[in-house]
Structure formats: C-alpha cells, structure tokens
C-alpha cells in the first residue's frame, strides 16, 4: 500500500477544496402559472413544461 512521503499542510488541503461547495439552482418563472420553478424542471403548480401540459394534476375538492 502506498503512503505519503509528506503531512500535507492544511493550506495546500484547503486550496484543493475551494470548489467543493453548494450551487444556488437556476429559477425561472413558469409561463403557464407564472410560479417560481427550477429551469429545466416541470411545474409543481399546474404541471406544465414549456408551454405544454407534461403531468396532469390531481383536483382537490
């Protein structure tokens, strides 16, 4: 098994991980409803995605 020669300090650590963080995901408003949804997604709203109905919702009485 292989081990390191060197401690690798917490700087050099740390600048290999400078990219590991979380992405805010990209929002857009959906044109049927106009409900805030994530792009590329279907409506929760009204089940709706680019202009045409994708999943048909369940009526509440």
Same mark, same amino acid.
């Given at each position: 098994?292989?081990?390191?020669?060197?401690?690798?300090?917490?700087?050099?650590?740390?600048?290999?991980?400078?990219?590991?963080?979380?992405?805010?995901?990209?929002? #857009? +408003?959906?044109?049927?409803? #106009?409900?805030?949804?994530?792009?590329?997604? +279907?409506?929760?709203?009204?089940?709706?995605?680019?202009?045409?109905?994708? +999943?048909?919702?369940? +009526?509440?009485?």
């Amino acid at each position: 098994m292989a081990h390191p020669k060197r401690k690798i300090s917490k700087t050099r650590r740390d600048k290999r991980r400078t990219h590991y963080k979380a992405v805010i995901p990209a929002l #857009g +408003v959906c044109s049927n409803c #106009g409900a805030t949804v994530r792009l590329h997604t +279907v409506c929760g709203e009204c089940g709706y995605y680019r202009g045409k109905l994708a +999943v048909e919702k369940e +009526v509440t009485a």
